[in-house]
């Protein structure tokens, strides 16, 4: 199993263009547990317009805006390595990411540092538009050892994500497809939309007791099946018994549906 990724701030040029050389990289202690990203148009009514028509007088105006909402945790008691006696000292480093700078384009002008968050393949740019840090847990010189901050990010335009290849996910070894039942499904059915005939080892393989009806949303395996060694032969017949080659005994044994079965059987 990989290692488990690390969501990641990194600084940017202000044109959001590139990671910022020697800029600043912070890895957050605690990956977030959700992602809230969030698009809006700026929608607004034309001077003049009919205001009673509604929707119809509207018109977009301006790229609109996509916006990066997440929770960051913070504690020094569960720091592994190089641990601080104060949280804040954690903390800053993403606050730095909300502090203005001289603008490259106006020196006279501030404005804040281009960030990336960046998970694994979730990537976005943009600036921090609003930070809320809640500090909690504190020691008894009054010190605080464990804090959340609530962050978002945006950048003015419609963030598309894009992909590589067909997104199909590759059948791995040791995984079987399963077809899912549907209301009113019965196995009989599911097997013959598949190809297959035999449903009663398909239904003695998975477990199936009544293949007539099948629960909505049950799993099942239509390739998996029991198979009969080429020495054993089946019949029908009110009563079972099986004739080891290797025992001198038979042994009677009553079933509701059965078969005269001699040899072995193997079952895959």
Do not use: Y
Not at 145 to 170: H, M, N, Y
């Amino acid at each position: 199993m990989g290692q488990l990724a690390r969501a990641q701030l990194i600084e940017l040029t202000q044109d959001f263009n590139k990671e910022k050389p020697g800029g600043q990289k912070t890895d957050v202690q605690f990956n977030p547990e959700s992602l809230k990203v969030t698009f809006a148009n700026q929608l607004i009514q034309p001077q003049g317009g009919d205001q009673a028509s509604g929707n119809a007088g509207r018109q977009f105006v301006g790229a609109g805006t996509t916006k990066l909402a997440l929770q960051l945790w913070f504690d020094v008691t569960a720091m592994e390595k190089d641990p601080v006696d104060d949280v804040r000292r954690l903390t800053q480093k993403v606050i730095f990411f909300m502090t203005p700078q001289k603008s490259g384009a106006d020196p006279k002008k501030l404005a804040p540092p281009g960030v990336r968050f960046v998970w694994g393949k979730f990537m976005f740019d943009g600036m921090v538009e609003g930070l809320e840090q809640s500090l909690e847990f504190f020691s008894p010189d009054g010190k605080p050892l464990r804090a959340s901050i609530s962050l978002t990010l945006s950048q003015q335009k419609i963030l598309e994500a894009t992909f590589t290849g067909d997104g199909k996910v590759p059948t791995q070894p040791g995984q079987k497809p399963l077809n899912s039942a549907k209301s009113g499904d019965s196995l009989q059915n599911m097997a013959a939309k598949n190809g297959k005939s035999d449903w009663q080892s398909i239904a003695g393989a998975n477990g199936i007791e009544d293949p007539l009806r099948l629960p909505a949303g049950q799993l099942v395996d239509l390739n998996a099946g029991v198979s009969v060694s080429a020495g054993a032969s089946v019949g029908v017949s009110a009563g079972v018994s099986v004739q080891p080659s290797a025992a001198p005994a038979s042994v009677g044994l009553n079933a509701s549906l059965g078969g005269g079965v001699s040899g072995s059987f193997g079952f895959s």
